[in-house]
């Protein structure tokens, strides 16, 4: 099959082949999931995070009241309440050694909300989306004072039960994982020792999102922007050892294409899509200056993760003992939190993982091929095995563009011919079920 393309279309969507399903179009629910996430909800989550005094991952594990053991207890018993024979809620622990901002050896506790895929062949591919539940002040190691957590990271907490206790209503082909870690601003330590067994038991971790500090819309001064979010997302891995598959991304000008880059630009034109008005502003950037989350350890074990947070931070509310200095108060307080704005972030991140989770998984063994030298494009990848699948759709860009200009659906097929040169634009393949639910993008590799 040879068919010629309008080059460069300008929102992605050529002519409707036959039997082509519905791309781009809303799906009712997901409007439903996006619709029902609660801002009153979210903000009862906060004052409740709050209500603990102290989420140091050092603090009192004792109190029924106080401290990180409290506060985990509720989190595990809010998701067994609202996922009732939905949500497997499980406590994840490891004992961990004494290290740099950790004064004791402490039991280190994540709470893991788990939805299984109901179709077999998606069953074993996983989303993740955390936040991170502990909390600190302005010493690192002080355990015992009043640390609020209020975005930093209440925020994602409450956004990660709030999207877990909606979504556990609603069915998808591929598993979700609700995931709410501590220890992360002692070193990453709760997501670090979930990420690497994931890695060693081969887990098909195909996404992770981390929500931290997705609280407020207000900047440190007063300035409100409420309609956009940033997302950090990683291109080519900081690794001491380039592996053949990174020097073939490098070597053939694919380093903006790599898996994070691609679930980047899922998330935004999903994200985009079903929240109107709301923008996700990719950033090209593991992490901001100084700072690191959760998504790293899983950036680290090979696997595709991104960063939610807020557009514009204010330092004065974040890891800062409570006070009031020159009539400002200073302290990561509930009362400089938006729930309004953590659920337009919580929609984004929830119509994402919906789209991820009904879709099919991103096509394998996708190449290019270059035997010889030719100015046009042929495509070929490995045929999908979920049952639902209806096909797959190219997608291509200037090589100098970040997101997809154009996009043409092929069909059944596992070979596709272009006539756009392949030394000018880049491509990816996206798989597409019969609903319209499209992956992520794969950029094809050179075979000879
Ligand atoms: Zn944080």
Sequence with gaps: MKTSLPLLLACGAAQAAPGEPPIGKHQAEIDAIVREISPQRIQGYIEKLVSFGTRHTMSD??????????????????????????????????????????????????????????????????????????????????????????????????????????MAKHRFDATLVFMTVAAEEQGLFGSGDWAQKAKAKQLNIAGMLNNDIIGSSHDEHGKQDATQVRLFAEGVPPVRETTPELRTLITTGGENDSITRQLARHIKDTGERYVDGFKVNIIYRRDRYLRGGDHSPFLDAGYAAVRFTEPHEDFNHQHQDLRTENGKKIGDLPEYVDPAYIAQVARVNAASLASLALAPAVPQEVKVRTAALDNGTELVWKANAEPDLAGYRIVWRDTTSPLWQGAQYVGNVTTFRLDQSKDNVLFGVQAVDKDGNVSPAVYPVPAR
């Design 61 to 166: 594990t004792e109190s029924p009241t106080r401290g990180i053991g409290a506060a985990r207890r509720w989190i595990k018993s809010e998701l067994e309440r609202c996922g009732a024979g939905k949500l497997d809620v499980q406590f994840d622990s490891h004992l961990h050694p004494v290290a740099t901002r950790l004064s004791k050896p402490t039991e280190i506790v994540n709470v893991v909300a788990t939805l299984p895929g109901t179709q077999p062949a998606s069953k074993d591919r996983i989303y993740v989306v955390s936040g991170h539940y502990d909390s600190r002040v302005t010493d690192v190691m002080n355990f015992t004072a009043d640390a609020p957590g209020a975005n930093d990271d209440g925020s994602g907490t409450a956004a990660v039960i709030e999207m877990a206790c909606v």
